[in-house]
């Protein structure tokens, strides 16, 4: 489905996963469940799409996210977002030092810009990149 160009081609390759997978109705509903959140990323391009898709360097920093904000109330939007960007520098400068940049990166801001609510964050936060 990740393949897809497109929703409709989305929606038939889950039909055909459906039915590879039949045996496994547990999965199937899992996915049934959240599909609308898999539709989603089909608002973007493709070059925006693979990095979506890269969960486990998604899922490990939205872990190390959890880590800083679980313990405090925030007085606003922008002081998490602060800490945030405080805990991104510390990734930068320990676990993510000396690794790539993410692949076609300007392609994909290209196509983050076209979206309104992205465009104005990616203004407001483009001297961090």
Same mark, same amino acid.
């Given at each position: #489905? $990740?393949?897809?160009?497109? &929703?409709?081609? @989305?929606?038939?390759?889950?039909e055909k ?6 045996? $496994? ?12 959140? &898999? ?13 979506? $898709? ?6 490990? %920093? ?6 800083v ?15 945030? $960007?405080?805990?991104?520098? +510390? ?17 994909? #801001? ?5 979206? +309104?609510? #992205?465009?104005k964050?990616? @203004?407001?936060?483009?001297?961090? %990149?």
């Amino acid at each position: #489905m $990740y393949k897809a160009t497109n &929703v409709a081609e @989305a929606r038939r390759l889950f039909e055909k996963f459906k039915g590879k997978w039949a045996a $496994y109705p547990g999965a199937i509903a899992v996915w049934e469940n959240n599909f609308q959140h &898999v539709e989603q990323l089909f608002n973007y391009g493709s070059n925006v799409r693979r990095v979506m $898709y890269t969960t486990n360097a998604i899922e490990s %920093i939205n872990s190390s996210f959890r880590k800083v904000t679980r313990k405090g109330s925030f007085a606003n939007d922008e002081a998490i977002l602060k800490l945030l $960007y405080l805990r991104v520098l +510390e990734l930068k400068n320990t676990k993510w030092k000396g690794k790539g940049k993410v692949f076609n990166w300007q392609a994909v #801001m290209n196509q983050l810009l076209i979206d +309104e609510r #992205m465009s104005k964050l990616i @203004a407001k936060y483009d001297w961090l %990149i």
